[in-house]
């Protein structure tokens, strides 16, 4: 069974532009979550989907940050305009319908200078 | 806050002895979850105990929770160089959604 996928791994852009990152579940997962993880601290959850809909995006700086799930598989995270603060690890992670196990992707690392 | 508070911060043992981590959390919970996760494979789920559970084993894993107390811990018995990692508390308000701890970092010495 593949994981779940994550590009790119590494990411190093200026402030104020703009970054994209992909998520591609493991297949037949009906839910994915965004989770940005600052160094030293523990992953915190930006947004959830259950297929293509939005389940909870309480803690998704809204202002900055959008995410999508168009056709309920794969996902994109943008940050737009990025701001030092959001230099971090983002990871993507996704669970089977009868599952609570979540299964993590490798992550983006994002550096803004 | 709901989320889960890991205890010590930072662990440091010898290749053979035991690892206890602690975690403490707030409010009520459906279920708490242990994850494990170093540079070379991510983030990788441990072990789920239910809410309604006291004790779950898995292999050289054993995770208590005591709900009245709110608190749990993880024990790794027989550690290995290979468990260094950072490990992490995450405390399931409902069944489908999970809130991670600062974590636990284990170095263990071969």
Partial sequence: EAGVAQSPRYKIIEKRQSVAFWCNPISGHATLYWYQQILGQG????IQFQNNGVVD??????????AERLKGVDSTLKIQPAKLEDSAVYLCASVGLAGVEQFFGPGTRLTVL | SQQGEEDPQALSIQEGENATMNCSYKTSINNLQWYRQNSGR????????????REKHSGRLRVTLDTSKKSSSLLITASRAADTASYF??????????IFGPGTSLSVIP
Wanted: proline letters at 8%; aromatic letters at 6%; a positive charge.
């Fill in chain 2, 89 to 98: 508390c995450a405390t399931a308000p409902s069944y489908d959604k999970v």
């Fill in chain 2, 42 to 53: 991510g983030l990788v789920h441990l072990i789920l105990i239910r809410s309604n559970e």
């Fill in chain 1, 43 to 46: 992953p915190k959850l930006l």
């Fill in chain 1, 57 to 66: 995006d309480s803690q998704l700086p809204k202002d900055r940050f959008s």
